[in-house]
């Protein structure tokens, strides 16, 4: 029995098939993972929706932004503090 032995052209041909593979098998790996990543942050950040989220921001909104309110009007106060930073700011 005669044996084959490769020469240099197929060896150089089968050794840049292998480096195509190996870097084909990375991309593959680095998506899977960054699925796997992108479905638990998905579960986590949408795992924690409450059913009373709209009624209690409805009514933060209300007890806060309500111009109508004179003894808890924040609308007067924030309008303070951010002009307060702002001259201060600007001036240091």
């Not at 111009?67 to 001259?87: A, E, G, Q, R, W």
């Amino acid at each position: 029995m005669r044996m084959n032995h490769l020469n240099k052209i197929k060896a150089a041909e089968r050794q840049t098939i292998r480096l195509k593979e190996m870097k084909m098998w990375s991309y593959i790996h680095h998506l899977l993972l960054y699925s796997c990543f992108l479905c638990i942050l998905y579960v986590v950040s949408y795992a924690n929706n409450n059913p009373n989220s709209y009624q209690q921001v409805h009514h933060l909104r209300h007890f806060f932004l309500n111009p109508n309110n004179s003894t808890y009007n924040y609308i007067k106060v924030d309008l303070y503090l951010f002009l307060f930073f702002l001259y201060n700011l600007k001036f240091e």
